[in-house]
């Protein structure tokens, strides 16, 4: 027997098995009636040879079963084994598209160069049978903010946010919540101030307390990937990358990922909808700082170093986060001012 995710070829043997064991017939018997050696019966019934016309139609002598039978389950066996291994060729071309050295430099699968490994490591990595089963929207419901889009980068987001769902089942979670999320992002928000390894441990445990386990990952070459968000049983995972990065695109990205969870876009079949990535846009740079707050202190066009740090106090939020606003809406430069950036560095 032979199969692959959709299919099973059972080879015409099983049924000349089953017509000698109904018979109470060895096989060293049936090789002696059928005038074939012990060796050939046993391959014909393990499917290792054809069956061909000339041994259908010793078959119907011997076992009063029409030629025309064995032939026809001789011909479906053929045909099930050149779409199984349709299936397994779509497979190995999968595997090629995924950055397999990358991955295993991570520690996330094992290292090799043989191709049939490469796709049976992945399909463990990935938990299906199937590569093909990536393109199930039900196994890839996945909100996240990235800079581009392509094929190769489609299979490197999976793969990135497969480990992060790896990793996210060793962390403890209370149930979800997003109420009790809500009420904790400002919270969130003042650790905007601190530095890394004074917020981290704080961030994780504010979040899992709300059924949110965050999980910070190294960037994967290829996926254009800042945050990813997904559910996973009874918790919602959040990855970032962790990749040196200034601050402001390091909280920009922790809201983006947040307001997909409080905006309801989480879970969604399909995925998130370009719409949903604005939205998710929108609520991450006016939860970061207030609209109206920003609105008013755009109208002044002082956009010194005094005055933004000025306004970052009066908010209570980093500079560099409001600096990275102002390049984003094309108040200053990207040039500019970017001393009051912090940059982080998180380890994993």
């Excluded at 463990?124 to 392509?150: D, G, M, P, W």
């Excluded at 970032?240 to 947040?258: M, N």
């Amino acid at each position: 027997m032979v199969r692959s995710r959709s299919i099973i070829a059972t080879p015409p043997g099983a049924t000349i098995k089953e017509q000698l064991n109904d018979r109470g017939m060895s096989q060293k018997e049936f090789a002696v009636r059928i005038d074939m050696s012990e060796k050939h019966v046993s391959k014909l019934i393990n499917g290792e040879v054809q069956l061909t016309p000339e041994v259908a139609v010793r078959l119907e002598i011997v076992l009063g079963v029409p030629a025309r039978f064995w032939n026809n389950l001789e011909a479906i066996y053929r045909e099930k084994l050149i779409k199984i291994a349709a299936e397994k060729a779509m497979d190995e071309n999968l595997a090629r598209q995924f950055p397999y050295s990358e991955m295993a430099k991570l520690g996330w699968i094992p290292q090799t160069r043989n191709s049939k490994e490469k796709v049976i490591n992945l399909r463990k990595y990935f938990e299906v049978v199937s590569l093909s089963l990536l393109e199930n929207t039900q196994i890839t419901r996945i909100a996240c903010r990235r800079l581009a889009v392509t094929d190769k980068s489609d299979l490197a987001l999976l793969a990135w946010t497969q480990e992060a769902k790896i990793q996210a089942r060793g962390i403890e979670t209370k149930p979800i919540n997003i109420k009790g999320l809500i009420s904790v992002m400002p919270d969130i928000r003042k650790m905007t101030l601190k530095k890394p390894k004074d917020f981290c441990f704080e961030l994780k445990s504010l979040l899992a307390e709300n059924g949110v386990a965050l999980v910070f990952l190294p960037h994967l070459k290829g996926s254009f990937l800042q945050g990813a968000t997904f559910i996973d049983g009874n918790k919602i995972v959040v990855g970032l990358t962790a990749r040196g990065k200034d601050a402001d695109k390091f909280w920009f990205s922790l809201f983006h990922e947040l307001g997909h969870i409080i905006l309801g876009h989480v879970g969604k079949n399909g995925g998130t909808t370009e719409q949903d990535e604005q939205d998710a846009d929108v609520w991450s740079r006016d939860e970061l700082i207030p609209l109206e707050a920003f609105k008013m202190f755009k109208e002044k066009q002082n956009f010194s170093v005094a005055s933004v740090k000025r306004f970052a106090k009066e908010n209570k939020i980093a500079p560099g986060i409001v600096v990275g606003r102002l390049q984003n809406e094309g108040c200053i430069e990207y040039n500019m001012l970017n001393e009051l950036k912090e940059h982080y560095v998180i380890t994993v």
